[in-house]
């Protein structure tokens, strides 16, 4: 079945609404910049993908993330027509990485008040928007594209006729300590697919769709969920398994009863980083096979950095637009590709118009989480 999407919205540190957001990724502007967040006298590394919303350089405050989901989820909710103050019965799905880290290493090092109930989203949104049906899943980088695949599940179930799915991720010092210490050299960019990268940077981001059962008269309709695959391939705790990816793009094509040639713009998980992008564009390559050559293929984190949980619901939002305009943002900081996706029509430079209908958006987290979905244009 297809489900319909009714409404979007989304903040990151390149635009703080979808419409924003996809004329600034069109015209190459990138959201790096020099660390705002945390005391740079701490870390090696030096940039990251900020939305800037701190009183003032190195002063960070709590809640950040809840603060990013709720203007993700009160945008979706107005362009669906829904009531952004009263979403009660409404259930919302939010994907994660780390949730409120951020404001427990506040808490942590400087005294900064934060009660353990604001770690859970679902205060927030019943205080501001009456919502008293609430489920968070981290599920690594892959978990915004893990809550869209459960809304259709309950919208299949019958047991909701709509469903808000929701992914958002800000900058923890334990996570940008942890990359800076594996990662050879500190990276000043991510140029993902390139020889010549030197790995992630993180970003921070909040994504919101609305899906629905049946649209109301009238209702504009932003493009149809064909099918979302999910799995586990166990493979390492950080490498990723190329024949795991391959296992969740053939069968988001089979739920989506489509084939390799059907598609014509994916989305790609493309980190940056020495080993996913080659592992990406391998499981690409086997799950396509002769029809590899033909979609279009993009990657935003080049311009938003790895936004973790909101990273599959914000490319989402930008294939939403992608589709309906026939615009294609490019792959910035590619110059160089790496031979395993030498063959790949990857965007870069500027802007790709071409006429698209249907788009595979992938996304690939720690210990193997994998998620994968097939949307349609809106007809």
Known sequence: MNWAMTGMGAVASVGRDPAELFANLCAGVSGVGELKGFDLTRHDARFAYEVDDRPEPGADVPRRATA??????????????????????????????LREL???????????????????????????????????FS??????????????????????ETVIVAGVDVLTETMYGLLERVQPVPP???????????GVLMGEGAAAVVLTRTPAAGRKVHGLVR???????????????????????REAHARAGLGPADIDLVMVHGTGTLLNDET????LGEAFGDAAGGPVMTAIKSMT??????????????????????RVPPTIGLDDPVKEASGFRIVTEEAAELPMSVAQLNAFGFGGVNAVAIVEAAR
């Not at 203007?71 to 939010?94: F, K, N």
């Not at 000043?188 to 030197?198: I, L």
């Open 280 to 283: 990406e564009a391998i499981a």
């Open 305 to 326: 950095g790895h936004t973790s949980g909101a990273s599959g619901l914000l490319n989402l939002v930008v294939t939403l637009i992608a589709l309906a305009e026939g």
């Open 102 to 136: 951020r404001s427990v290493e506040l808490w942590q090092r400087d005294g900064i008040e934060f009660p353990p109930q604001d770690l859970h989203f679902g205060t927030a949104l019943r205080r501001e928007c009456n919502a008293d049906d609430t489920h968070t």
């Open 227 to 249: 099918g979302v695959a999910v799995n586990c391939d166990a493979h390492h705790v950080t490498a990723p398994d190329p024949v795991g990816i391959a296992e969740a793009i």
């Open 139 to 160: 599920n690594a980088c892959s978990a915004g594209l893990y809550a869209l695949g459960l809304a259709t599940d309950l919208l299949a179930a019958g047991t909701a």
């Open 188 to 198: 000043e960019r991510v140029r993902p697919f390139d020889r010549n990268r030197a």
């Open 68 to 97: 990013l989901l709720l203007d993700a989820v009160r945008q979706a909710a107005r362009d669906a027509g829904l009531d952004e103050h009263d979403l009660s019965g409404v259930p919302i799905l939010i994907g994660t990485g």
